[in-house]
């Protein structure tokens, strides 16, 4: 049967899962405390770039299935009670790997104000260990059930409607009740996983450590295919027939980036430390993938002359999103900018996210190009940081014949081989 949901946070996590579970046929009443970013979501914009999702939540608020609201106080009123609170607001990180959950805590408070007796609090945003217990002490009333999100940028709303697992941490009637929520998306039984709040906390963190190391492992590899002259390409594709091994996250790149790798690599180092655990393998990952997103810079300085200027084509951190958080694009941009290189960048879709961070920073320097032919004529060197389509169907003869003599091609995701760059024209350096 269809429920009242309340949504707390329309930011990545939660807008997703809100116009999923609308699409779906709940009603979904949508909490977003910041006044400007309601008001666009309500015109019909989103504050960020995700595909289809635009439509899917056009689609729920034509069919009256999803509403705003700015605080829990209104949106339990006007849905005369809500059975499900998923908390899916932000936990940012400190430098440190702590993660600051005052906002988790303020919205499972307001929760435990407003909501009816056998409401439920399920916390998708991605906590540290401990977190749900920490909750629950200040609530004793409160029901909570951890549902750790695994949505990827760029595939968020099929990562949502097909799912390889969802995880539910809590009392095993509490998470039953969840499991019904998603019980039409996941008819296998097999998929579920009803654990303790924290194993389903623990799970998230160790899944992404698990993804970011195997970037690392291949990104290692990479450097020294590079300097015995193997390709990182065909090695990769050896070691993807291995059944034992697997097919993904073995493609060598700048390093990984977005919200989520970065920071949770970050705290699970965090919960070592508090814990007596030697963190060691977790803490090179990280200190590896730190050292990766530098690796043309090194090269540039040694070989492409300050007169000309730098191509960057892809600021996002991957395709399909406008993203550029820990993007690394932001660190080769950083150093060279302030080394006197000139910087033309072009992304599809995260210009306006990357000239705002330059004017946050103060960056010197950047221009920022809606047309990737403008960013590269004349240029000394193209550096490729995301592998977006449009890069990948690009006429490499053309492409070398827009820039200046010498021209230096940086591939930071390998998409062409090192043979048809240098057919092409250019001097070639991929990741490996
Ligand atoms: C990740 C997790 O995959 C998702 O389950 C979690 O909920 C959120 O974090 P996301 O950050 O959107 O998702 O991106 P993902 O596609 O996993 O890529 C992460 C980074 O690794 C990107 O910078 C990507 O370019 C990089 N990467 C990925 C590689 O460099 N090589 C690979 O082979 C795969």
Not at 244 to 263: E, N
Request: hydrophobic share 40%.
């Amino acid at each position: 049967m269809n429920k009242n949901i309340c949504v707390i946070g329309a930011g990545y996590v939660g807008l997703v899962t809100a116009a999923c579970l609308a699409n779906f046929g709940h009603n979904v009443f949508v909490v977003e405390k910041d006044p400007t970013k309601r008001q666009s979501l309500i015109a019909g914009w989103l504050p960020f770039y995700e595909p289809g999702l635009a439509e899917l939540v056009g689609d729920g608020m034509e069919a009256a299935r999803l509403s705003f609201f700015g605080t829990v106080e209104e949106a339990t009123l006007q849905a005369k009670g809500c059975e499900f609170f998923f908390v899916c607001v932000g936990t940012p990180a400190g430098s440190d790997g702590s993660c600051d959950t005052s906002m988790v805590e303020a919205a499972a408070h307001d929760v435990a104000l407003f909501s009816r007796p056998d409401a439920i609090c399920v916390l998708k945003s991605t906590v540290p260990v401990g977190t749900a217990r920490l909750i629950s002490g200040q609530n004793p009333q409160l029901v909570v059930v951890n549902n750790p999100e695994f949505l990827k940028e760029g595939d968020a709303i099929a990562d949502f409607v097909k799912p390889e697992r969802v995880v539910l941490g809590g009392s095993r009637e509490a998470c039953e009740r969840v499991q019904k929520i998603y019980g039409p998306l996941v008819r296998n039984d097999h998929k579920f996983f009803l654990v303790s709040h924290e194993t389903a906390e623990l799970s998230k963190l160790a899944s992404n450590l698990a993804l970011a190391s195997r970037v690392s492992l291949i990104n290692q590899i990479g450097r020294l295919s590079q300097a015995l002259g193997a390709s990182i390409r065909d090695v990769s594709a050896i070691m993807r027939t291995d059944s034992r091994i697997g097919t993904r996250y073995l493609f060598a790149s700048l390093g990984f980036g977005g919200s989520c790798f970065p920071k949770d690599v970050l705290s699970f180092v965090r919960q070592c430390e508090l814990h007596g655990v030697d963190p060691a393998f977790a803490r090179s990952v990280i200190h590896f993938n730190e050292s990766q997103k530098l690796l043309f810079i090194e090269d540039i300085l040694k070989n492409v002359p300050k007169k000309g200027h730098i191509a960057l084509l892809g600021t996002a951190f991957k395709p399909n999103t406008d993203d550029i958080r820990d993007s690394p694009s932001l660190a080769i941009t950083n150093t060279l900018a302030h080394s006197g290189y000139e910087i033309k960048a072009y992304d599809p879709k995260s210009n306006a996210h990357f000239f705002n961070w330059i004017m946050e920073h103060k960056i010197p320097n950047v221009d920022c190009y809606d047309v990737m032919q403008s960013a590269v004529e004349g240029a000394s060197a193209v550096v490729i940081v995301t592998e977006w389509q449009e890069f990948r169907g690009i006429d490499l003869a053309m492409l070398h014949s827009l820039t200046a003599e010498n021209c230096r091609l940086y591939d930071g995701k390998n998409i062409f081989s090192r043979s048809e760059a240098e057919a092409a024209g250019f001097i070639y350096m991929g990741t490996g």
